[in-house]
Each structure stands twice: as C-alpha cells, then as structure tokens.
Nanobody, 126 residues
C-alpha cells in the first residue's frame, strides 16, 4: 500500500513555472505507474501526465504537451511535475495517483488508480 503526499502548489502569474512533488511511502514504489491528475471547480478529474515504473515512457494530455514534464526518482520514492508557461486555465487542485503496473489500464482514467494523495492547489493569476 502506498501513501502519497503532494507539495509545491501555490500562486503563480501567467507564463510562470511551478514544480510539483509527490512523496510516496510504502513498499515497491518502483512497481507503480505514477500519474498526475487535476480538478478545477465544477469539472471532473482530468489526466495531466503519467510515467511508467522505470520512467521509460511518459504521456501527457494534449494541452500540457511541451509545457509540462513528468519525472520520477525511484531511489527517493518521488514523482515530479515541472510546469512551465502556466495559463489561467491550468488552475486546479493537482493530485498524484498510483497504480500497480500489472494489468491493463488507461492512464487518463481515475478509476484505474488505487492510491491518491490529497492534492495541492495551483492558482494562476496576475
């Protein structure tokens, strides 16, 4: 079982950058697919980015491609989301999520994940 804790959110001006972190505690972190989701007020939870257990493959939602970068450090049980060129529409609560690598899944489907953090707020405003 994993416990996930996000950090790094805050207020940033449009065009600015933030780096979110997700600290995982629990065994075999290196066996888990790790993803970032976000949820804005009144909207559903949206897949932002995902990374495979050894970091060999990454995926991004179309609107984040080229602006966001996901990475992980299995030695530290950490996952990161570097966000650049932030836009007001990027404002949301950002969640870290994990699922075991076995079995089929769609990385954008929240129901395919077993563990969630409590989220960190990102506000983009001038």
């Amino acid at each position: 079982q994993l416990q996930l804790v996000e950090s790094g959110g805050g207020l940033v001006q449009p065009g600015g950058s933030l780096r979110l972190s997700c600290a995982a505690s629990g065994p075999l972190f290196e066996d888990y697919v790790m993803s970032w989701f976000r949820q804005a007020p009144g909207k559903g939870r949206e897949g932002v980015s995902s990374i495979t257990p050894q970091g060999g493959s990454t995926w991004y939602a179309d609107s984040m491609e080229g602006r966001f970068t996901i990475s992980r450090d299995n030695a530290k049980n950490m996952v990161y989301l570097q966000m650049t060129r932030l836009k007001p529409e990027d404002a949301a609560i950002y969640y870290c999520a994990a699922r075991h690598y076995s079995g089929s899944y769609r990385w954008t489907d929240p129901s395919d994940y077993h563990y969630w953090g409590l989220g960190t707020q990102v506000t983009v405003s001038s």
